[in-house]
């Protein structure tokens, strides 16, 4: 069994300072360094992709179909919008019986029918990166999404082959910030969390990093000084990674 803690001074300190995390330049390019990295995992929404109006007009849609008034934007954005499907579900309709919510999570899981991809952003650079990084490193995905519907989001379906690993929802018990799904990812890959980088972007994802001892690349434009290295653009993650590679 793997002992982790998550330190509580790791969200003081990321409370109390806005300085002192390396900047980079933007650059789609990779530098192999003297370290021994070889894998380099990434949170999807934030990070990949920008699902926020998207994630808001589907749960929007699939609460109307219960009958159950869903939240507003701010609402969503300040309580749910990190959260897990089945947290969203939990929180807006105050069930305790388990099969009604299981009803609502099947109808989220089947998304082709009410989930707007049309609606999501992603970077333009967004398959050269990952590409690039694929010449170097092993990739792969620790999101806390339902796992059938990662690549049916359009952007994401043509870069699936590049992606060793994909740790979803269904995968672990415990979820982000919690480290289970990075040490499901590393098992997976047969890697310790020594040669392993995540991308992300909330406190959450920092939380699991630092509990599960890889290295972190936070991609936000908030001062995070506890950060191995914080980026505020996608194609700056490939100086990123070779700088603390």
Do not use: C
Request: no cysteine.
């Amino acid at each position: 069994m793997i002992e982790y803690n998550i330190s509580h001074g790791v969200w003081r300190n990321w409370l109390a300072h806005s300085h002192g995390v390396r900047e980079v330049a933007r650059s789609s390019r990779v530098t192999p360094t003297k370290y021994m990295t070889k894998a380099i995992l990434f949170d999807i929404d934030g990070v990949l992709i920008d699902s926020f109006e998207a994630n808001f007009e589907f749960y929007n849609r699939l609460f109307t179909k219960f009958g159950y008034t869903p939240p507003t934007k701010e609402q969503f954005k300040k309580q749910f919008f990190q959260q897990t499907m089945l947290g969203v579900i939990q929180a807006v309709t105050h069930l305790a019986d388990t099969e009604k919510i299981n009803k609502i999570m099947e109808v989220g899981k089947q998304r082709a029918s009410i989930y707007p991809y049309e609606l999501i952003k992603t970077p333009s650079s967004l398959s050269t990166v990952i590409a690039s990084l694929h010449t170097t490193y092993r990739l792969g995905l620790v999101t806390s999404k339902i796992k059938n519907g990662i690549f049916e989001i359009p952007q994401l379906a043509p870069l699936q082959n590049f992606f060793s690993v994909v740790v979803a929802f269904e995968d672990t018990e415990k979820h982000k910030p919690d480290p289970e799904p990075l040490l499901f990812a590393l098992n997976k890959l047969n890697l310790s969390p020594a040669e392993t980088i995540y991308v992300g972007d909330q406190l959450s994802d920092f939380l699991a990093a630092r509990a599960a001892g890889t290295r972190i690349v936070m991609y936000t434009n908030e001062p995070f000084p506890d950060a191995d290295i914080r980026i505020t653009s996608f194609d700056a993650i490939p100086d990123a990674i070779s700088k603390i590679a």
